[in-house]
């Protein structure tokens, strides 16, 4: 019988799901994770079982992740996401020994091993113009589509500098810089800036060392990329899904678990393989 | 889980819930009570005066609010909870306030503690710096005259030995403190870090020969333990300035960890150094608290005239509590805006490095809406340890 | 980066003396560049306020002042790197941002074997020891340079303890500075002893008296010059302030800054007989309460300026009071002499502040102030990474604004009629940091500028005529 594992990631932003097999991974889904996160995890659990044409009860051992992991009553075990990214980016690249990700309401950097297990990590959490929501915000108050948001600032000649450390008064600042006639794109690559200098701060409390591995949904953005690469002063390598390495790490722990359990004769405790109904508040 | 039927659960519960109940009843019955924060303050003279010292704690549960009309928020987050606390009238029943040069945030915040409090004494020690032998000789000086202050406070003149018999209680009461500790030695520890932390706080708040009692009663059923109230899991070391509640200690252990020693203020920086019970007793005071704490705020001399060497000497402790506890991580806790320990944090954790135990360095506010940030990092670190 | 700088306008000053100061510094830090090169002379990192320049002076030591490298640094806007290296090594933004700027400097510098790029003035040298003292001036400075020796463990650290009492209102402070004064004099003896012992020079007791009498003289000229601030309008501010507290502070015992004041005293006098001021039109004259300045926006002062503000005294970095109004025991020992000193200025304002119901030094001295400088408002600064100068501040103001009333006014009573009361004065309190830039917007600072320059005016409006 074959040993399928799977991963899911309640981030603060968005949900995903993976299903790997011993050969590689055979299911993905990502979606937004929203104040109903019992109802996501079954939903994003069931679309991955769809994708491979399995049925839950073919799944040996499941790991949950993220700032929600606690919401996966179906989780076999719950590992936080310094220790799923770290075995997810070092499935993607063996010679990975620092990841920084720039998640939609935090950023964290980790210092991994050759097996992918940190060693040492940083994180910041406590103020939205160090994540992902300082570009969401802007975007929205530009009139910009979020995936327009790269693409625009890699035509940037002469950014802008932002000098305000707060969301909110940046926001003042660049509306400001519109009314002057600001190109766009200046604008949007200052943005980019600010963010990656905060975010290569916290990097640099660790001893960077090659490869340098850029995870997240801010990874997803070019302009971002190029400006976290230009204030580290080190070359980023990005995933080919960036927002997948958590999952992709619990279900490898899983796997990892499991063989471990094998090779010493115990047994791992499961949950049972069911996906309850959820009740709806004042249904 | 603590038995409902323990000295734990039915009298250190109450008391550190409702933190200063004893010493409220103590001073309805016109007993004087008088307040500190910090490890520096000497409290045998305060029980030589007849009075009783009584240990201020903060609350991480209460925003912080009225205090901040008076004092900056740049100070201390702790700090600036026992003072938000006083304002609010927290400690009405006590009739003063001793405070210690012990940080900037205390030194620098005296007279708006004095001038907004309206207790009838106020006293600040100045606790030298560094640890010279011209020190002790300001220092014995300097305790006199906090001697004389409390002598005009209460009326009565305080005897040689009336210290010396109050250093003995108190001594009694570090000896078993230390003694509660020593069931923390084994693995799993037969006392949890947060049962340990309640009995050590409550232990501040009440009368020197009643938190011995107590201490006693808690040693008596310590002794009668059969089960260890925890599991097995990584022994933590919990290295921290003051920490006067459970919720991160609580935290750390629903992780599946055992905090199994520390250096916190209200734990063995209070609890361990020992004063001298022969020879003069003012010169016993003086060695204990400049030189038998240990506290970043002393500044002690580089003799190993390395790195290293000076680390060793400066954390020795650290070290030998380490080993004796049998520590498999450490949890360095340290308080936004505080200089003293903030300035030595590259300094511990290489000091942790070179003993090869791992450690996570958190840095943080004073206050439970934190709590679900640090519990991603503590998770974190336990995986990477485990 | 550029844009920034080009922004950025270098604060006009009111004084010739204050605008030589600039080069004086840079011609400073050279020395310091060109005595390491040269390797003769020892030098030390210090800091300012310790009473040890006598000392150091005379065992031909050279002092490098690291608190005004980072302020030099921060000037220059060129902060952020050195304060972004030390988080790096694990220290918090929170802490003091000078010690932050050095320990990231010194790092840089010793990890790279040579100078951070581009060093400001061409940089901080390695020192051959370090001296530090805490105890009720600032606690961190022993951590500081504690936290240094990682990167320097081959420079030895002289920590001298230099202890005062803190004022209580019910008690004579000279019942207890026997004891004090006895401790200082062994700090500062143990001191000598080691800097005897690094340098190989002995102390020549004659120099180090005639130092000291000339630092005394030094006092006395200071405090008569800045007197001389009072007059309206003022000829001189606290931006210029900032600049003349060079000599104060890391001139000391030299005739550099006798003259330095000399000069000044003369300069002052000149502008007063002209009724020069410090602002074109001086509508209000305000006094900088307490707080380190922001080093990165003194040309705040030229703004306050435009506004028909001036600035004609200040509590931050005047160091001195003037010994002929202090009773300091009669010694013929310097070193007996320096601890006195020490005592006599920490407790300068301790009888004054006794003789008030409801005083305290801090609060004496800006009544003192207030009303020698003819002032009509009090500005405080908090920077964050500071609780040695800036925890307090509010509760002074608050203090102040309890006990001292001496504006009075007509306001509108409940039955809608005029009646007249008296009110303290206004008062200001801004916000960010001593280099830290990012802690700072010019936009909001200048908005709480303008709406408290709004606020003297009303004050002045309803103010009744005497």
Known sequence: ?283 | MTDKNSIIASKVEPLYRDYGARAREIAAQGRKVIGYVCSFVPLELITAAGCVPFRIRGDVAEPITKGDTLLETIVCPFYRSTFDLAVKGKYDFLTGVVIPHACDSMTRSFSVWSYSLNYPYFHFVNIPSVVDDSSFVFFNAELDAYKTSLEEFTGQKISDAAIAKAIKLHNDNRRKAKAIYAYRQSDPPMISGVELTKVMTVGTSLPIEESNALFDEVLAELQQRTAAPVKKGPRILFDAACVDNIELIELIEASGANVVVDTICNGTRDYFPLADEQGDPIDALSRRYLDGINCPKTYRTNTAGTFEGDCASRFGDIAALAKDYKVDGAVLYIYKYCDPFGFEVPARKAFYDALKVPVLYLEDMYSTGTIGQLSTRVQAFLEMIG | MAEEQKKHKKRRTATEAAASIGPMVKEFIAGTVRARQEGQTKIAYTFIVCGHEEILSALGVLPLWTENFAGICGAKRDAERFLQRAESLGFSRSLCTYALCGLGFDQWREEAGEMPPDAPWGGQVRPDFMVSTGQILCDPRAKWYQAAQQYMPDVPIYNIDLPHPLFDPKKDHREVWGYYHKYLVAQYRGFIKFVEDITGNKMDYDRLAELVALSDKTWNLIDETYKLRAARPSPMGTGDAMNTMVPINFKMASQEAYDFFVNLNAELKEKIAKGEGECEDEKYRLMWGGGLPSWFALSDFNYFNSKGCSFPVETTYRMVMPLNEMDLPETNDPVEHLAWRWLGYWTFWFDKARKRPGSEPDVERLINWIEEYHIDGVVMHEAFSCRTWHVGLIWQLNQLAKIYKPIPVLTLGANGQQKKSNRELPSLILESDIIDISSYSEVDTRNKIDAFVETLESVRQTRVER
């Open chain 1, 1 to 283: 019988m074959s040993d399928y594992f799977a991963g899911i990631d309640i981030g603060s932003t968005m949900t995903k799901a993976v299903i790997m097999d011993t050969a590689g991974i055979i299911a993905t889904v990502i979606g937004p994770t929203g104040p109903e996160q019992r109802r996501l995890a079954n939903k994003v659990m069931e679309d991955a079982l769809g994708q491979a044409d399995l049925p839950l009860t073919s799944i040996t051992f499941i790991v949950s992740t993220g700032y929600g992991r606690i919401n996966v009553p179906f989780a076999d075990r719950q590992l936080t996401e310094i220790t799923c990214h770290g075995r997810g980016v070092s499935y993607f690249f063996p010679e990975a020994r620092t990841i920084i990700d720039i998640g939609g309401q935090d950023s964290k950097a980790i210092k991994i091993d050759a097996n992918g297990r940190p060693v040492d990590f940083v994180m910041n959490d406590k103020c939205a113009a160090g994540s992902g929501r300082f570009v969401e915000v802007i975007a929205e108050a530009l009139g910009v589509e979020l995936e327009e948001m790269g693409p625009l600032s890699l035509k940037s000649v002469n950014p802008i500098k932002i000098s305000n450390i707060c969301t909110v008064w940046a926001e003042q600042e660049i509306t400001a810089k519109r009314v002057e006639g600001v190109p766009l794109q200046d604008i949007i690559a200052g943005i980019h800036e600010s963010l990656a200098i905060r975010v290569s701060r916290l990097a640099r409390r660790l001893k960077i060392e090659e490869k340098v591995i850029l995870t997240g949904g801010g990874a997803k953005n070019p302009g971002l990329v190029k400006a976290v690469a230009t204030q580290l002063e080190h070359e980023l390598l990005v995933p080919p899904e960036p927002l997948l390495t958590g999952a992709v790490g619990a279900a490898l722990l899983g796997r990892d678990l499991l063989a471990r359990a094998r090779a010493k004769g115990t047994v791992l405790e499961t949950r049972e393989r069911i996906l309850t109904e959820i009740e709806l508040f004042g249904s």
